[in-house]
């Protein structure tokens, strides 16, 4: 049993043996609290990957040297958080990290390839449309004048994470299929000459159509996250309007809060 500051200690046979958990007995952190909290550490950087098995209570309990009551309490959190699943016959199983994305202009093909999590893109549709109403105003241009929508499914680790429309005005030149599924948006319109400056930026939350449901694999009135962002270079010109969806279960906005002096 690991005492007060020691390391516990796994024994071979799943993927916990290779952390380094320290489980303080003093702490007035609940001990399950502490377990949770390092586990999802390792999920999101790396130290437990998709995939890798935990084990049952039954075995993590004797690994961890723990009661069985904490290390369900522990693994239930994270499975409530959609990082770790049990499966029947095999035990418990890390399924993903959640995406924590800086609130800055910044492309999410670049967040997540910055945070290790191997991003791919699908393109559903790269085609010239009319603009409804919205992405006119946006853009700054006459209802109905043409523009490029480009809607893509962005995945990490095989697993959908956001559906994503972005709409360009017809003065930025047209984006091959095959760039946009092999690396982001903003970098293709820097390489094109496009010195973004600065976004307006809405982030929302609603329940998942059966469309969306289907393309996120998530159920019908699943949670989802919102954002609309109207992008511009450094002459104040609009050249990109996004408004983009994504899975609660997977993803996170990370905010930083300053108080004003």
Not at 197 to 200: D, E, F, N, P, V
């Given at each position: 049993m690991p005492?007060?500051?020691d390391r516990s200690r796994a024994v071979p046979g799943s993927a916990v043996d290779a952390l380094d958990l320290?489980?303080?007995?003093?702490s007035p952190v609940p001990l399950y609290h502490q377990l949770a909290q390092q586990l999802e550490a390792a999920v999101e950087h790396g130290g437990l990957a998709p995939g890798d098995l935990l084990g049952n209570e039954?075995?993590?309990s004797a690994r961890l040297g723990l009661s069985r009551p904490t290390v369900r309490q522990a693994i239930r959190s994270l499975v409530d958080k959609g990082l770790l699943v049990r499966r029947r016959g095999v035990g418990t199983q890390v399924v993903h990290s959640k995406v924590k994305r800086p609130l800055e202009l910044s492309s999410l093909y670049d967040d997540l390839e910055a945070a290790g999590q191997e991003p791919t893109t699908r393109v559903v549709r790269n085609e010239r449309v009319p603009a409804a109403a919205d992405v006119a105003a946006a853009l700054g241009m006459p209802e109905g004048a043409?523009?490029?929508?480009l809607e893509r499914l962005r995945s990490t680790h095989?697993?959908?994470v956001a559906h994503l429309r972005n709409y360009l005005p017809p003065a930025l030149p047209d984006l091959d299929t095959a760039r946009l599924e092999a690396t982001g948006l903003y970098r293709?319109?820097?390489a094109a000459g496009v010195t973004l400056?600065?976004?307006?930026q809405t982030i929302g939350a609603r329940s998942a159509t059966a469309e969306e449901a289907a393309l996120l694999a998530e159920r019908t009135g699943a949670a989802l996250l919102t954002m609309r962002r109207t992008a511009y270079d450094d002459t104040g010109r609009?050249?990109?309007y996004g408004t983009h969806v994504y899975r609660a279960s997977r993803y996170a906005f990370d905010f930083r809060l300053l108080v004003r002096p």
């Open positions: 005492r007060t500051g320290t489980l303080d007995r003093g039954i075995d993590l043409e523009v490029t929508l095989g697993q959908p293709l319109l820097r400056h600065s976004a307006r609009a050249v990109e």
